[in-house]
């Protein structure tokens, strides 16, 4: 048998052995309600009456839910002063750090899945700016802004499979030199960038003799097509004598750069 004081109330237990391994040690006081290890705050054996006595005076019965009616007989006022409830080892920690920490951490996760989630959705609309500008011209303004500070820029969305040469012609000019027409269609339901063209003039062999590169600018057109719309090339060029004896035929390619 050991006697133990609340260290809150300074209630004192009559506590035994096989009632501290109940819960590993940890007792709560049947007065105050606090949770405490026992062997922390025993009393020597020789003081124990002494120490349990007080708790027969009126004003230090305890109170309980659970407490005997005001007719209850001095021994069961006793027997409920000197009852503990045994509780599990890490309900005090638990409990604090529950109480305490868990709105602070609640705050601060939701405050971090925010700021995650902001930085995906700007970081979608800065990877998708070209499309989401070409469907919505609108939308370009607000684009250019999100873009400013890292210096990046909105254009036409290329896509190389979005657009096809419809047709194409090859002749010489009665005039002198030759001409090259054009026509190319954007197959998509929103603009993109116009493409520009590779042009190979091949020999009888099918030799590539020259090769050029021509921009946009430089076929006369706009920068994009509209969606589901075509455009028209014409080019006039010239070529040395020697090289334009040796052209019979030529390739076209469209490509971004």
Request: proline letters at 8%.
């Amino acid at each position: 048998m050991h006697i133990t004081h609340c260290p809150d109330c300074s209630t004192a237990f009559k506590v035994t052995p096989d009632q501290l391994k109940l819960a590993n040690g940890w007792v709560r006081c049947g007065r105050c309600n606090a949770v405490f290890e026992a062997h922390l705050h025993f009393s020597p054996a020789a003081t124990s009456a002494a120490s349990v006595e007080p708790q027969r005076e009126p004003k230090f019965e305890p109170v309980f839910a659970h407490a005997a009616s005001p007719e209850a007989t001095p021994a069961s006022s006793e027997a409920s002063a000197n009852s503990f409830t045994p509780t599990d080892s890490t309900t005090p920690a638990a409990e604090t750090t529950a109480a305490a920490v868990s709105p602070r951490f609640h705050v601060l996760w939701g405050t971090l899945s925010a700021l995650l989630a902001l930085a995906l959705v700007w970081q979608w609309l800065l990877w998708q700016r070209h499309w989401l500008a070409a469907q919505e011209p609108a939308l370009k303004p607000v684009m250019e802004a999100l873009c400013a500070p890292w210096g990046c820029e909105v254009n036409w969305p290329r896509e190389p499979d979005s657009v096809l040469i419809e047709s194409s012609s090859f002749n010489e000019d009665p005039e002198g030199g030759f001409i090259l027409q054009l026509r190319m269609k954007n197959t998509q339901h929103h603009a993109v960038a116009t493409p520009a063209l590779e042009l190979n003039l091949t020999d009888m062999q099918d030799q590539v003799v020259v090769r050029r590169v021509f921009t946009p600018q430089e076929l006369a057109v706009r920068d994009h097509i509209q969606a589901l719309r075509d455009v028209r090339a014409t080019l006039n060029f010239e070529l040395d004598e020697a090289t334009a004896e040796r052209v019979a035929g030529f390739r076209a390619f469209i490509f971004y750069p």
